[in-house]
């Protein structure tokens, strides 16, 4: 099989095209700066075509996950480039599928779970699940991301594909032991004793375990009656006081120093990023996964915990 995967450079690019390398796939990463791996790169600018629009003709599956990382302050800059790095490349993959001799069969678009509107009330899935942005004194922060993500969606909508099938991956945070990830980085303030809840900690951490999100990803480009909206996450999420005291007990430590809001704020100044993602509450749940047949290996943190601190402590 061959897969091509434009912004495929990043954690869970990585991820993916480690996985499909290994099984044998040909796999090739569309990236503004192609960098030296085991997989065939190819350059492209994420807005234009060119030459790399002939990777997707012939290939049997397109996986986009272009756009720019989230994990920054939301500038007027950063705004705009968070959204054109999205809409942009995604419009672009769009028109080389639609002009393809030999369209993919599937293609999966990246999205997220943050779509869903911060809540503690009940889990949200694809049919019933409230989208964000109208919650009572959200921030605004909170409300741009719901706008990014409503027009990535929408751009993958309007793409004309006729031969193609579209799954657009709302996904959780993915889980692995890679440095520089969100687990390697929970996993560091667990080392350092900081491992405590975040604010009153009742927000709802949804995730999945890397193995199950490349499983995952597998099932959606082998069953075609799943199209449109998919959400990936495992099918536990559970308050943030609880993940982080299960994160606590896999590593091995009794004790972890709780964060206030205040101090939130001011990490995420200090580190360039926002609250959002730790403070709004993710509460996703997988049910077209879940009714189409797909089993998960990690479905509860407690496990998922223990495996990646024992990856973790392997790679390092």
């Given amino acids: 099989m061959k897969v091509v995967i434009p912004g495929g450079t990043g954690h869970i690019g990585t991820v993916l095209a480690g996985a499909f390398h290994q099984r044998g ?14 997989w065939r790169s190819v350059k492209w600018d994420g807005e234009t075509l060119g030459d790399w629009a002939s990777e997707i003709d012939g290939a049997d599956a397109v996986i986009n996950l272009a756009g720019q990382s989230v994990n920054c302050r939301y500038t007027p800059e950063n ?5 054109d790095s999205r809409v942009n490349s995604t419009r672009v993959v769009g028109q080389a599928i639609g002009e393809a001799s030999r369209p993919p069969r599937v293609w999966l678009q990246a999205s997220t779970a943050t779509l869903y509107g911060h809540r503690y009330d009940a889990p949200n899935d694809e ?33 004309v594909t006729p031969s193609t099938r579209k799954v657009l991956m709302r996904s959780a945070i993915v889980m692995s032991p890679g440095a520089g990830g969100p687990f390697d980085m929970l996993l560091r303030l ?8 975040a604010g009153d900690g009742r927000q709802y951490v949804s995730w999945i375990h890397d193995q199950d999100f490349v499983s995952a ?17 495992a099918p536990n999420p559970l308050p943030n006081s609880s993940f982080m005291q ?3 007990e896999a590593w091995g430590i009794s004790f972890g120093l709780p964060s206030t809001e205040w101090m939130l704020e001011l990490g995420a100044f200090v580190l360039r990023s926002e ?20 089993v ?3 479905p509860t943190w407690p496990a998922a915990a223990r495996d990646l601190c024992g990856r973790w402590s392997e790679r390092n």
């Fill in 127 to 159: 049919a019933t699940g409230i989208i964000g942005g109208s919650e009572p004194k959200a921030p605004d922060t909170w409300r741009f991301s719901i706008d990014v993500v409503t027009k990535w969606e929408r751009e993958a909508d309007a793409a």
């Fill in 79 to 83: 705004r705009r480039v968070l959204i």
């Fill in 217 to 233: 990803v597998l099932w959606l480009i082998a069953h075609d009656e799943l199209d449109g909206p998919v959400n990936l996450a």
């Fill in 25 to 38: 796939d040909e796999v090739v990463v569309l990236s503004r700066n192609p960098g030296a791996n085991p």
């Fill in 246 to 248: 299960n994160l606590r």
């Fill in 190 to 197: 667990v080392r350092f004793g900081l491992g405590g809840h």
């Fill in 275 to 294: 609250t959002e993602l730790i403070l709004k509450s993710r509460r996703v749940v997988p049910t077209r996964l879940l009714e189409s047949g797909f």
């Fill in 296 to 298: 998960f290996q990690f």
